[in-house]
């Protein structure tokens, strides 16, 4: 067996080891070393060393890999939202509001109102009949509002508390590796 001479990483005392050897522990400091060999030279590295670049790096990854997250989740929400969007007088499309409840429900209610007030006598059924269908519509505009409110409203307070979570995940992170 051919032994070569190599010093310890950590302490410099001089090391005899085999040719075939990847790993030693130094006799004089108890170091765990990882023999490495290249062409013209054979040494020793610590695995400490080892072992904290690699942390590195795993916590490096980890930051890329929150960072893509974050990314796939304002994706999902700016292509999801649209599900939830209303038009609004415009023509522009917003989130719904109370506003965009009310003010349909406000105009077929007062064409309701009018159209009661506008028969003529004796009672007229025709424009009874148009008021009862403008109530009508007053009331599904108003639940049918209400609903899109509360759904969007649901959508976006989940996308905000797991955007919340990322970034929270993100920092610490950051932290962890460096505060790259």
């Known amino acids: 067996m051919q032994l070569q001479a190599v010093v310890c990483a950590s302490c410099g005392a001089p090391l005899r080891v085999p040719n075939a050897a990847r ?7 108890e170091s765990t070393l990882e023999i490495k060999h290249t062409e013209d030279v ?6 400490s060393q080892i072992d904290v670049r ?6 490096k990854l980890e930051v ?3 960072e893509r997250e974050l990314e796939a989740c304002d994706a999902e929400w700016d292509r999801k939202k ?9 023509g522009e499309k917003v989130a ?15 064409a309701a109102f009018f159209l009661f007030l506008g028969g003529s006598e004796p009672f ?28 969007y409203q649901e959508a976006e307070s989940q996308y905000l508390g797991r955007r919340f979570r990322l970034v929270s995940q993100l920092e610490q992170a950051r932290n962890s590796a460096g505060g790259e």
């Open 54 to 59: 690699t942390e590195r790096i795993e916590a």
């Open 64 to 66: 890329i890999r929150l």
């Open 42 to 47: 054979t040494y020793s590295e610590k695995i």
């Open 96 to 110: 719904p509001s109370l506003l965009s409840v009310l003010v349909p429900s406000s105009v077929c209610l007062a």
């Open 124 to 151: 007229d059924v025709g424009f009874a009949f148009f008021g009862v269908v403008a109530v009508l519509m007053a009331c599904w505009f108003g639940v049918v509002g209400v609903v899109q409110i509360k759904h």
């Open 82 to 90: 649209g599900d939830y969007l209303t038009v609004n007088a415009r």
């Open 23 to 29: 790993f030693v522990t130094c006799h004089h400091c």
